[in-house]
């Protein structure tokens, strides 16, 4: 995305460029000249040489020059010109790399299970968003046997309660509906995000929606989750409730990669691996490995068989994916991954899509 030439002044910032990042450079450049020691400096006209303190028409473009009135700015634009692009480049490739900076700093890794306090994975099936208590647990302590303080195994039916707040089970989908509306009016982003996804798939009693599901994502992620942003952008990437548009679906496919989820990530790899972007493709690949993305990992591999990544490259995603199974491993865990097959699906906080 490139920026445009528009003003930086009075005007209305559109999320999905990056002439924000442009005048800010801008404003910071400007701001460099007014220290305290540049107080008594006094402003002249580009165009005219008047001296004054009410030389304050600034150019609206790059910011740098000054003119005593706008019948002055219009008579040196055509000299200005060329400086004020060079300007604007110069700023735009600055602001890119500053963004480059933030967009590929390694996230902070996922939240601990409150139970066990191990990280949670990041695959869906490995974890569980309980709409009684609003927490997510791992599925190992979700499905662990419940023992009493002797040590003895307590019945199924208590088995069949929450392993965090031990409030029993619903016993029906419209119990279930009913905790989760309650924890979305009690600002709960996970409820909000999962409500959204059953819009958005038309599951559980509710019709198909994309807008109403677009709706209760961007809440959640004002209230915290940011990995609905990945929804969001996956909206405006396929047209669904949304004109298609490429901008944007990068747009919040970064917020998303930048709070940390891997899913989000890996779909900014496979969209600069499209474009042959081999080295930023590489770089957002081996992020999300480092989280759990697994696709990610065999998308490396596919470019070291292509060419497009070397030996090394492969064999360090390999070991940071092993690291990441050191980091989430268990052995209650690894016995809910054995019996998954009779596990219930994972409410819907574990549909994120891609």
């Not at 930086?8 to 559109?14: A, H, L, S, T, V």
């Not at 999300?288 to 490396?300: Q, W």
Request: hydrophobic share 30%; charged share 30%; net charge negative.
């Amino acid at each position: 995305m490139s920026p445009s030439d528009s003003s930086c002044n009075n005007k209305e910032i559109d999320s999905t460029t990056n002439d924000d990042g442009v005048c800010d450079v801008n404003d910071k450049l400007q701001n460099m000249s007014t220290t305290d020691k540049d107080k008594d400096i006094v402003s002249v006209c580009a165009n005219c040489g008047k001296e004054g303190d009410d030389i304050n028409n600034i150019c609206n473009k790059c910011k740098q020059v000054k003119y005593c009135n706008a019948s002055c700015k219009k008579k040196h634009r055509h000299k200005h010109k060329k400086e004020c692009e060079e300007h604007i480049r110069l700023a735009a490739e600055q602001s890119a790399k500053l963004h480059d900076i933030e967009l590929f700093k390694q996230p902070p890794p996922a939240e601990d299970c409150p139970i066990c306090f191990i990280q949670l994975p990041t695959l869906d099936s490995g974890r569980i968003y309980m709409s009684c208590c609003g927490k997510v647990i791992c599925s190992g302590c979700a499905f662990a046997p419940v023992y009493d303080n002797q040590g003895n195994k307590v019945d199924i039916e208590k088995q069949n309660e929450c392993a965090f707040c031990r409030v029993v089970a619903p016993k029906s989908n419209k119990v279930s509906i009913e905790r989760l509306t309650k924890r979305m009016e009690a600002d709960d982003a996970n409820a909000m995000h999962n409500l959204g996804m059953m819009y958005y798939q038309g599951t559980d009693g509710f019709p198909q929606d994309y807008t109403k599901a677009l709706t209760l994502w961007h809440r959640a992620v004002e209230f915290g989750y940011s990995a609905a942003y990945n929804n969001i952008g996956y909206a405006y990437d396929h047209g669904q409730g949304v004109e298609v548009d490429e901008e944007k679906a990068v747009y919040y496919y970064e917020l998303a990669a930048m709070g940390g989820d891997v899913h989000a990530r890996h779909n900014l790899g496979t969209l600069e691996d499209n474009e042959d972007k081999f080295d930023r493709a590489l770089k957002h690949y081996m992020i999300a490995v480092r989280g759990g993305e697994s696709k990610s990992l065999d998308y490396i591999k596919d470019m070291y068989t292509n060419g497009d990544a070397t030996k090394e490259d492969y064999t360090k995603a390999l070991q940071a994916y092993q690291e990441y199974l050191g980091e989430i491993r268990s052995d209650q865990r690894d016995k809910a991954a054995a019996f998954s097959d009779v596990y219930p699906v994972a409410t819907h906080e574990s549909n994120r899509y891609y």
